[in-house]
């Protein structure tokens, strides 16, 4: 998987559809991973990707952003 920078995260969570951001939809959402970006000293990470749909999402904690 990608690397990705902070400002692409952004980028894709602020085109997000309204009506997803916010939901909790599973693991198995995202069907094609595009990449991640984990903050600097954290133990976790955000994960972009494709849904079934098409639709480009970033999930942290199983909840897209």
Same mark, same amino acid.
């Given at each position: 998987? =990608?690397?990705? *920078?902070?400002k692409q995260i952004r980028q894709i969570i602020d085109h997000t559809p309204a009506e997803l951001k916010g *939901?909790?939809?599973?693991?198995? $959402? $995202? +069907?094609e991973p595009l990449?991640?970006?984990s903050p600097t000293d954290? =133990?976790?990470s955000y994960v972009a990707g494709w849904m079934k749909d098409g639709t480009l999402v970033v999930? +942290?904690?199983g909840q897209i952003m």
């Amino acid at each position: 998987m =990608n690397k990705l *920078t902070k400002k692409q995260i952004r980028q894709i969570i602020d085109h997000t559809p309204a009506e997803l951001k916010g *939901t909790s939809p599973g693991s198995s $959402i $995202i +069907r094609e991973p595009l990449g991640y970006y984990s903050p600097t000293d954290a =133990n976790w990470s955000y994960v972009a990707g494709w849904m079934k749909d098409g639709t480009l999402v970033v999930v +942290r904690y199983g909840q897209i952003m």
